[in-house]
């Protein structure tokens, strides 16, 4: 990996926490959920803190967590695409874009992710992940440029709010994953995948 590049871009690229979810599918705030002794939003707050000048998190209320800056979502309901448009907005691109549920996400996937925007995609609207086994995008670990914010703002006037059908293929650089690399993808959404957590590789903040 070119350390370099992804430290070169660190005072241009701002980070973005989503935590607007109701959470409703869980049955308790998701935000609020602690592993090892930090909530889901310390800890990724505190990834991309490691590569961002600044980071806020995005969500339905504004918290008073010490030391986290929270932006409040101008279009809530419709899923992270309010957050992203709302984040685009008042701070402008690019923005790194991480979900707040997700526990096993570690540095060398977020430096690589910057590395190929750095290298391939500043001049597209959109960085992401795509898992070869099924094609899936991963569009809450990206980097969306500035220049996505007409087509977001486009696909949610005309009542899509899917992120990947907001911004066409062709607009966006894939960086493929194999079967090895889908646990660092494992999000929260169901009791039962806070049993499964003792199951996924633990990820201390800070640590590769």
Request: charged share 25%.
């Amino acid at each position: 990996m070119n350390r370099m590049s992804v430290s070169l871009d660190k005072h241009k690229l701002r980070a973005i926490v989503l935590a607007g979810g109701k959470s409703s599918r869980l049955g308790r705030d998701k935000t609020r959920v602690r592993i090892n002794g930090l909530t889901m939003v310390q800890n990724t707050v505190a990834l991309a803190r490691e590569f961002c000048s600044s980071t806020y998190v995005v969500g339905q209320r504004q918290d008073r967590e010490k030391g986290i800056l929270w932006m409040l979502d101008d279009i809530p309901g419709i899923g992270p695409m309010g957050g992203i448009i709302t984040a685009l907005q008042n701070l402008g691109g690019p923005c790194l874009v991480l979900a707040c549920d997700l526990p096993c996400l570690k540095k060398s996937i977020i430096s690589r992710l910057i590395e190929h925007r750095n290298r391939k995609g500043r001049d597209l609207c959109m960085t992401a992940y795509v898992q070869q086994r099924t094609g899936h995008i991963e569009a809450l670990v990206s980097v969306y440029e500035q220049a996505s914010l007409d087509l977001l703002l486009a696909s949610y006037r005309q009542g899509c709010y899917k992120l990947s059908r907001a911004i066409p293929a062709e607009l966006r650089l894939h960086i493929p994953y194999g079967p090895d690399e889908e646990q660092y993808f494992f999000n929260v959404n169901y009791p039962e995948d806070l049993k499964k957590m003792s199951l996924q590789p633990a990820r201390a903040t800070g640590t590769e």
